[in-house]
């Protein structure tokens, strides 16, 4: 079965609970890994980078942490040859800031680029 939304094919979707949300890493493909991180600063803006850090991608949310969820629509995070990787997320957090437990639902997309 394939899963189409718009021009976006999903190839992957889920739910996570983690007590240390900087633990979670996906393998998109072969040799092809994200990991999110998730930080705390003292500006309230909430926003998402990413960064290549050790031939891996950074996914950082910054101030992703309302109990009643923070969420990320169609945001591309990297191109691997011809293929576009896009991400989508709502994050949910339960306890002190900074120190949370964190519920991730993601949706990851894919798109053929020229």
């Not at 890493?25 to 850090?53: A, G, N, Y």
């Not at 101030?63 to 949910?92: C, H, R, W």
Request: aromatic share 12%; net charge negative; hydrophobic share 35%.
């Amino acid at each position: 079965m394939n899963i189409m939304c718009n021009d976006l094919t999903l190839f992957s979707q889920g739910t996570l609970i983690c007590k240390d949300p900087h633990k979670i890493e996906f393998e998109l493909e072969k040799d092809v890994f994200v990991r999110f991180k998730f930080e705390t600063t003292q500006e309230e803006k909430k926003e998402v980078e990413s960064h290549v850090v050790d031939g891996r991608l950074d996914v950082v949310f910054y101030n992703f942490d309302n109990p009643l969820g923070t969420a990320v629509a169609s945001m591309p995070v990297g191109n691997v040859g011809k293929t576009q990787y896009i991400l989508s997320a709502s994050v949910y957090s339960v306890g002190e800031k900074g120190s949370s437990i964190k519920t991730v639902h993601y949706n990851w997309y894919k798109k053929e680029i020229a």
